[in-house]
């Protein structure tokens, strides 16, 4: 596992898609029903427009049977054109009557006459009129209506018997297709526009007339052009907008809080330093303290015994050494006690099981920007399955911070070269009771004679340095049952210590 800064920014630009995309999506969606809303809208007006005029037809031929008078001059046996009624019903192109005993016109096609035949033999038995023939394509339909002895044929018009006037559409620009269908001729009412990509809405139904059972259909495709891409395109931005926001707030969040810690951590290293200060001066103090008592003791004793000329003011001396002695020994005491506070702190009451690999990870999250700012580059390896270790958090964190703290400073030297810093978790050897964490760094490394004091309270190579911060790790890592050791020099560069911190579950 390498510990990386690419990950977060990949984890936003997946937030991103993911919001953009359910945003844009849902916009996509919504025209897309308003446009079939509006299409289905459409689609019944044209049908019940077109129905109405289908009615009306119907309508006028039953109404032809009772202009009864005959038309004058014609003479003939064969079928008699009517009036036309051009004002009312342009579509209405011819209309005629045929009497008793004659035909249908013999300028008709043959097909025709025998259609006309056929239509009216199917009129006599409905009684109402019947479709003839219709041809389609040529925008042409007769109609036949059977009376009990006259006939009527009536021939239509389709272009004519579209109601532009009250059309829901511009029948020039409207991507809408109107077709009229029927036994597999079709007469296009409005062309509009076919696409082979996007999406397709479609209607289809019958006009509501007997006589004229033709197929209302309506087609439109929908082109991705059609998207409102402006709005989705704002809502992309808008989206993102608000997620760098949210990440500068996090951000800030996050470096506020590592400050507050690092404090903490600051705080309480120097407090344990201070103790590991008071225990260095207690064992320094407490030798002369000891040697002041004794030689005391004896002048007062001497003070005693002596005999000279001149009694000595035996009772002022007396009363002045009693002080004396009373006087060390409370200062040996309180050092004493002092000493015995500090000298090792007592952990064995916080430690808890945690997992090392977490205590790590918040070590190095915390020094991150320190990492940074020098061109760190840190390796963490640590088996998925490494078992968890009892330790007491503060005081784990504290040794981890050390640790690497050290290592920084030691990479700060100039001659070091490639900055690395290596952080490998392990099972120790069998019996395996024990985890290691080894920190290894490109510092210069540990000269033969600093080796040995490295541990010793204020053992310092470092001008501003102290010389507590390895002694008191190494404290805090005994009174957790654990152990702190300079490994012995290796074949590479640098300085690598072993922290060995026992298991939550022994074996
Ligand atoms: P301080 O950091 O205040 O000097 P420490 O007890 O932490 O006190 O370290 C004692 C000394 O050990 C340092 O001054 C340094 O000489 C040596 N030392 C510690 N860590 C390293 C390291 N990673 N590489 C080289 N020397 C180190």
Avoid: C
Wanted: proline share 7%.
């Amino acid at each position: 596992m390498t510990f990386s800064h690419w990950r977060r920014p990949l984890t936003w630009l997946l937030a991103w898609a993911l919001v953009a995309g359910a945003g844009t999506g849902w916009l996509a969606h919504a025209r897309l029903l308003a446009l079939e809303d509006a299409f289905t809208v459409d689609a019944r007006i044209v049908h019940r427009l077109l129905s109405q005029r289908a009615v009306q037809h119907d309508a006028v031929m039953a109404m032809l049977p009772l202009l009864q008078q005959p038309v004058e001059g014609h003479s003939s046996n064969a079928a008699m054109p009517l009036p036309r009624l051009p004002a009312a019903y342009p579509q209405i192109v011819e209309i005629l009557r045929r009497l008793p005993g004659s035909t249908w016109p013999a300028d008709w096609p043959q097909g025709l006459r025998t259609a006309a035949d056929a239509a009216e033999a199917r009129s006599l038995q409905s009684g109402h009129a019947e479709l003839a023939q219709a041809e389609l394509p040529a925008g042409k339909v007769w109609l036949v209506l059977a009376g009990r002895n006259t006939a009527h044929a009536l021939q239509l018009d389709l272009q004519t018997t579209v109601p532009w006037d009250e059309w829901p559409m511009d029948a020039g620009t409207s991507p809408v297709r109107v077709h009229l269908q029927y036994q597999g001729q079709a007469f296009e009412v409005q062309a509009g526009r076919r696409l082979t990509y996007g999406w397709h809405y479609d209607f289809h139904k019958l006009l509501a007339s007997h006589s004229q059972p033709f197929d209302v259909v309506l087609e439109r495709d929908v082109s991705w052009s059609e998207l409102p891409w402006a709005a989705m395109l704002a809502w992309a931005a808008a989206s993102a907008a608000a997620l760098a926001v949210l990440r500068a707030l996090l951000r800030q969040r996050v470096a506020a809080r590592r400050a507050e810690e690092l404090l903490r951590l600051g705080q309480v290293s120097r407090l344990n330093q201070l103790g590991e200060l008071a225990a260095g001066m207690a064992h320094e103090l407490n030798q002369p303290l000891t040697a002041l008592l004794a030689s005391t003791q004896a002048a007062q004793r001497l003070l005693g015994k002596d005999g000279s000329d001149e009694e000595p003011d035996l009772d002022t001396a007396r009363h002045a050494m009693d002080q004396a002695v009373a006087q060390a020994r409370r200062a040996s005491a309180v050092v004493g006690r002092l000493r015995r506070v500090v000298e090792r702190p007592d952990l064995s009451g916080q430690v808890q099981t945690l997992a090392l690999a977490a205590a790590v990870h918040d070590a190095l999250h915390l020094l991150e920007p320190e990492l940074r700012r020098r061109g760190i580059t840190v390796q963490l390896d640590a088996p998925a399955d490494l078992p968890a270790v009892r330790a007491e958090p503060v005081a784990l964190q504290q040794i981890i911070h050390n640790l690497v703290m050290n290592a920084l400073q030691a990479m700060d030297q100039p001659e070091s070269g490639q900055r690395r810093l290596w952080l490998t978790l392990s099972l120790m050897r069998p019996p395996s009771t024990r985890v290691l964490l080894s920190v290894r760094d490109t510092g210069p490394g540990v000269t033969p004679e600093a080796r040995a004091h490295l541990f010793t309270p204020f053992y310092t190579t470092r001008p501003d340095g102290l010389g507590l911060g390895l002694s008191l790790s190494e404290s805090l890592a005994q009174a957790m049952g654990g152990d702190l050791s300079l490994a012995p020099p290796g074949d590479g560069p640098g300085a690598e210590f072993h922290l060995q911190l026992p298991l939550a579950q022994q074996p």
